[in-house]
């Protein structure tokens, strides 16, 4: 059996930049055991799968170790090759996945990401935190994910994370974040616990930093820059209970899986 693939990167105008994903576009869904052993084969942050399911789509996010919940960047790839590559009709792709309801909308020549924006509680763990990362910490938020709230972007760009005691942390990851210089605020994301050490840009961590930074800058309109190495920089508008994310993405390789 083959199966087409497609690698993009997500939240760039240019190749190797952004956060690459790659993408299956499905018939009918494979063992869950294949799905995460195709993931683990890419090695990349996130694979996703995708089956039509009535007049929308059904989405699955694979890192080389686990499934997780929620993706945003592998969901802007897979609008990308389905709207681009498999020619999918209008402005506006339904999906659905463990997180609920989601879509991605085509304007002005971005993908829009219309996400659940999340809120966490404040958590005492500033010291035990700010040992892992090696710099001062503000603030720390918990929840499915730790967000760390640090003094500058220097200090955001600068962080060097003891990532075998970072992977014991609750949670999903670590979102580190300070207000920006030239952007509204910037983050990195660490996840060695499930597979990935540093995300280059993470469309899901947006639906925490967005509303937070919302209400401390008070304005519902961001421009957000995760400053990986690879970097990518993030249009975001909280609307409610929804985060709208747009960026842009760019195919780098098709190719076809042979199991």
């Known amino acids: 059996m083959s199966l087409e693939f497609h690698q993009i990167d997500a939240f760039t105008d240019r190749p190797f930049r952004g956060n ?9 869904w494979l063992e869950d055991e294949l799905m995460q052993r195709i993931a683990a084969e890419h090695n990349q942050a996130e694979t996703a799968f995708t089956v039509r399911e009535g007049a929308g789509w059904r989405i699955r996010w694979f890192t080389p170790a686990c499934e997780v919940p929620l993706c945003g960047h592998a969901t802007l790839a897979t609008a990308h090759a389905l709207f681009e590559l498999y020619g999918e ?5 339904q999906f659905v996945c463990m ?17 659940p924006a999340m809120w966490l509680e404040p958590v005492e763990m500033a010291a035990e935190v700010a040992a892992i990362l090696g710099q001062r910490v503000l603030a720390v938020q918990g929840g499915k994910e730790l967000l760390v709230v640090l003094e500058s972007e220097q200090a955001v760009r600068e962080c060097k994370p003891d990532l075998a005691a970072l992977a014991k942390l609750p949670g999903l990851g670590v979102i580190v974040t300070a207000q920006g210089r030239e952007h509204d605020f910037v983050s ?9 050490d540093e995300d280059p840009v993470t469309g899901s961590t947006h639906c925490i930093l967005v509303p937070y930074w919302a209400e401390r800058l008070d304005k519902s309109e961001l421009r957000a820059y995760q400053c990986s190495a690879r970097g990518g920089e993030l249009h975001c508008r909280l609307e409610g209970e929804r985060v709208k994310i747009a960026g842009q993405a760019v195919l780098v390789a098709s190719g076809k899986l042979f199991v």
Request: positive net charge.
């Open 89 to 93: 009709p209008g402005e506006r792709l």
């Open 188 to 196: 990195r994301y660490f996840a060695p616990g499930i597979g990935i």
């Open 99 to 115: 997180s609920g309801a989601l879509a991605v909308s085509r304007e002005s020549g971005r993908l829009v990401l219309d996400f």
């Open 20 to 28: 690459p994903a790659v993408v299956y576009r499905l018939d009918a």
